[in-house]
């Protein structure tokens, strides 16, 4: 997973309804830009540089897949669409919103349409003070001193007056709190490794990914599958037991819940396709006498993708071994899981159709699978 990029926001107000103003700019950054980590106190602040009604100041913390100058151009179409039109003259202006970019991590950038960190940004006390709440250790890189040093340093004597009302951060509308552990499951290519991924990172959970990248069995089972499948699912097995069993009996106190991108019941599911009926005997028994050691999932996700949208995962993402994957056998698996699902009342189950959508390059598209996993 491609690391995201650390912004930090400012945000002004001084018509109309500011807090208003201040909680739709940040619900739409939300949703057009990335992931909010962290919104800063509300102050109230006089106008800084011309005679006009006091300003509503905050600022947040972005994590954006987002280019500073593609975030720029997001930052000002949201400005222009809560209402606010952008004069060519440099001259202050009372306003709807005000969006800047103040740090994007340690760049520095100086174009004719964007300058970070924001120039002048450390004479300005409504900056630095709601800046100070949420990355005081944070260090300005031209001029390398921490925010805390200069909010000390500053000169402007304006006084801020904190308003006792939070923004809200529209991350917290997606509840992850009821789930101790959640299995991510899926057809080959459904992005369940991609998800699980997105989920741990936005939301602090522990990652447990299948280590099915060293199988040795792997390429020589899409070879000549008759000879390597037993070989292959017993291996598989074997794997997943002690992973599953080793990660979730280390209590991680800094993270809030555990993410896998599978369950060990897929061992089953795939072995039931692959062996032979005298073969799936045997290694059923062995099955059971693993499973019921083993913690299960308190949410099991199932991603469900068409075989069509499958091949195309598949072939994108450009495994080798991958490649001559025929469409007879993903509608077995698919078929297998299905049947497993509706065999199980005892798991909370969610599947969900992603069929026509790309949570992975699309953000509308992954807000909208996680308020279905999150959803009631």
Not at 130 to 159: M, W
Not at 170 to 178: A, E, G, M, N
Not at 258 to 265: G, H, P, R
């Amino acid at each position: 997973m491609i690391k995201p990029t650390t912004f930090h926001i400012a945000l002004g107000s001084n018509k109309g309804d500011k807090l208003k103003n201040l909680q739709n700019a940040i619900d739409l950054i939300h949703v057009r830009a990335g992931n909010i980590k962290l919104i800063s106190k509300v102050y109230k602040s006089p106008a800084f540089g011309f005679e006009s009604d006091d300003f509503f100041n905050a600022c947040l913390v972005l994590e954006s897949h987002l280019d500073p100058k593609k975030l720029l151009q997001v930052l000002l179409t949201i400005e222009k669409d809560l209402g606010r039109t952008r004069k060519d003259s440099e001259d202050y202006e009372a306003r709807v919103i005000d969006l800047d970019i103040l740090f994007a991590e340690d760049r520095i950038i100086e174009t004719k349409t964007l300058q970070v960190p924001h120039p002048e940004m450390e004479k300005r006390k409504f900056v630095l003070l709601p800046l100070h709440n949420i990355a005081s250790k944070v260090k300005h890189p031209k001029l390398d001193k921490e925010v805390s040093v200069l909010l000390e340093e500053c000169d402007d004597e304006s006084v801020l007056e904190p308003i006792n009302i939070w923004l809200k951060n529209p991350r917290k509308s997606f509840d992850f709190s009821k789930y101790n552990y959640i299995a991510v499951e899926g057809n080959i290519g459904a992005g369940k490794t991609s998800l699980a991924n997105k989920i741990a990172y936005d939301f602090n959970a522990k990652l447990i990914l299948e280590r099915f990248a060293d199988n040795p069995f792997l390429p020589k089972f899409y070879e000549d599958p008759t000879r390597y499948s037993f070989p292959l699912e017993m291996s598989f097995l074997a794997d997943r037991y002690q992973q599953i069993s080793d990660d979730l009996s280390q209590l991680d106190l800094f993270k809030d819940f555990i993410v896998s991108d599978y369950d060990v019941f897929k061992s089953l599911i795939f072995s039931k396709i692959t062996l032979q009926e005298d073969e799936f005997k045997l290694y059923r028994k062995l099955f059971y006498l693993m499973y019921k050691e083993i913690a299960k999932p308190d949410l099991y996700v199932y991603l469900y993708q068409n075989t069509e949208r499958l091949q195309e995962n598949i072939k994108k993402r450009g495994r080798d071994y991958e490649q001559n994957i025929e469409n007879d056998y993903l509608e077995k698996i698919n078929a297998g899981y299905l049947d497993f699902l509706k065999s199980q009342p005892d798991f909370n189950v969610k599947i969900i159709d992603i069929s026509n959508k790309d949570f992975v390059d699309n953000r509308l598209d992954y807000l909208w699978l996680l308020g279905e996993i999150c959803g009631e």
